[in-house]
């Protein structure tokens, strides 16, 4: 059955579309606004854990990411030289048969995304920033920088990380801060000795190779700066070629083939968690407008995507929007604070070059936490 009330979702990634789905399938009114007038998605590869692969499942479309994504169990942890170390065990009963574990190039997964939200219908306004809300009620009245205005039942930013939804409604909420780690990511084939995730550790930073299609993989080296390092794009594969000096086997072959025309993103890594609450009358802050996260448990997207379905799965619980939000964040907060606070506490365990099965421990019980269900 429709549901007559309305929602305006803010940001049209992955966090935005996932409500966007969850709430439609709900039978909810929905329109989404993104600044972007073209729609773009930017970044390379993304890993995906287990659980993101369940709640993509909820979400339909599982099928579409196991089809053109990659997935593999466990983890392999390599010394510096390439040496195999030993494993992580990622499978988990709670999953039943989800794979634990895989990766996906991001503009593959946004298609994907896009594709079955607009199969629902919502109505999408690109180019389109919210300009003001106004809180007078039980409904918000939002000005549109078209001109248009509109009220609805539930507003919800999903902005990103510098989130203007989130500085309208919390001026004084913490403000993103660096994390003491710039991250390295690299495009490349798939080398044919990398089957799943694997970690290089024991070497003067962090390093991972994944797949995130059978012929692609991506690289990071996640390097200690104490403030962030900004350099000339046409050298960076120079910067980096001189980095993986002194890691073998893989690492090494991947170093000495870095060229001009190699597939080099380097980014500061920062994380923000807006407060105890993300709530503010019928506005709700999702994804990393909320909870941005370093990517040690590659969870980020996970958390926005279970954002959007728990965000679904409410509103058409409670017919009163504030019942429906109160249940919502008490669902949401420790475990996206878990993530939060886990993905930084191994962020200084790498800066600190602690010994591998220090780091690997607080992956291990934080992917076992985030298996139970939400």
Partial sequence: MDDPRRVL??????AGMSAAISLR???????LCDQDPHWRVYGAGITITGPTLRAMGRLGILDAVLERGYTADGIDIRSAEGQTLFQIDTRSAALGAIPSAGGILRPVLHNILSERLLALEPKIMLGVTVEDINRDGPLADVRFSNGNSARYDLVVGADGIYSRTRQQMFPRAPKPRY???MCWRLMMERHPDISRRTFFLGGPAKVGLNPIAPDQMYMFYLEAQAAPVWRDEANQHEVLRELLQGYGGVLKEIGEGLNAQSNIICRPLETVLAGETWVRSNTVLIGD????????LASGAGMGIEDGLVLGEEM???AHVPRALESFMRRRYDRCKLVVDSSLEIS???REQAAPKAQTAVVEKALAALSEEF
Wanted: hydrophobic letters at 35%.
């Fill in 289 to 296: 407008a909320a909870h941005a996260t370093t990517p040690q």
């Fill in 316 to 318: 058409a619980r409670h």
């Fill in 348 to 350: 200084r365990l790498e």
């Fill in 25 to 31: 399938e709900a039978g909810l009114t929905v329109d």
């Fill in 9 to 14: 979702i803010i940001g049209g990634g992955i």
């Fill in 179 to 181: 994390s003491g780690q």
